[in-house]
């Protein structure tokens, strides 16, 4: 249809005033079809409440998404991963472009670019865009979420956690009567709590009568050190105190609000990091379990105990061992998952049927050795 020289013009009632007087809005179009899209425009945006929002940029929504709707009702260490999925992945390939710009299929390529990277980043980073996207299709920005139909590309082999062997675990044990902070590794081999967990235990967790620890705080070094939530509602359990710990434990007592592992600065007060890493590495060279820095590796200065060793483990392997322990001895899954604050059984199942493959590959080299041909000497002449 050809335009005309004047529009179309009409309006369109949307509601009445107090007055009981119709509100209405006026329209135009140079032809008949622009006249009914506008009309359609004003029904959706007055009337239905259908009509989008006007469209942002990704990096000024993503940036206000999370410090509205996200940050504060996660931890630090959630916010700090988030943070680091935003400014260091996607900031930078999506920042400046409009969210209604954005197709599936960018976003697909996108994401297969971390192909091979850790199976958290990978996390993290679908996490954060299905995030953004949600909250934009809620406020509409978006008519439609591109991240539906994202397809998870394959991560890294997950790094196989070597089993303490008999051996070192006795060294540990060892090490954890020796040392005047031996305590910090006791809580850690004994308990299966988590490094930050252990930090935050004060004396008024412990119960004496009961033989049980209140695991109910955490000492996030992303959030400068200060004692926080635990990482999920799981985490705040009961764990009963194995008799060698106790016996370690009893000569220590203190008072209710100290730290049981604290700071050289007072009770009152968790281990810094600084302090926890060089007690860590005390530690594992009193056990026998250090090792020298890669060639070239210059990360410490010279003065640093650090420059010329490094832990062979670090302190959340022992929470490892602890599950492996609990595994050798026959606990239930169930009854594992209780005492070291699994949010899902199936976190710990993969633990058990790892140590299960593991056991099995022993297993199979044992039957192998015991059904081999054996070797008949050469007659001779």
Known sequence: MPRKKTPYRSKVKIGVDAEGKDLVKYIQGYTKAELAEARKAVIAHYITGSALADDRLFGDYASEWFRIRKEPFISASSRESYRTALNKHLFPAL??????????LELQELLNTFAGKSKSMITGIIATLRGVYSSALAD???AHDPTERLVRPTAAPTAVKPALTAEQRAALVAACAADPMGHYLALLYYLGCRPGEARGLMWQDVD???GLVHITRDIDYKAAGAPGALKNKASDRYVPIPAPLRALLQP?????????????GGADKPLSKSSADRLWLRLMSAAGMTVAPPEGDDKYEPYDPRHKLRPLI????LRHNYITMCWEHGLDPYETMKLVGHASITTTMNIYTHLSEAQMAKTATKLDDMFAVPKVASKLH
Do not use: E
Request: overall charge positive; charged content about 20%; aromatic content about 6%.
């Open 140 to 142: 509409r920005i978006v």
């Open 95 to 104: 920042g400046n472009r409009m969210l209604r710009a954005i197709t599936p």
């Open 252 to 264: 220590l007592r203190g008072l209710p609000d100290t730290y049981i592992a604290h700071a050289q």
């Open 208 to 210: 004496w009568d009961r």
């Open 314 to 317: 670090t302190p959340h392997a």
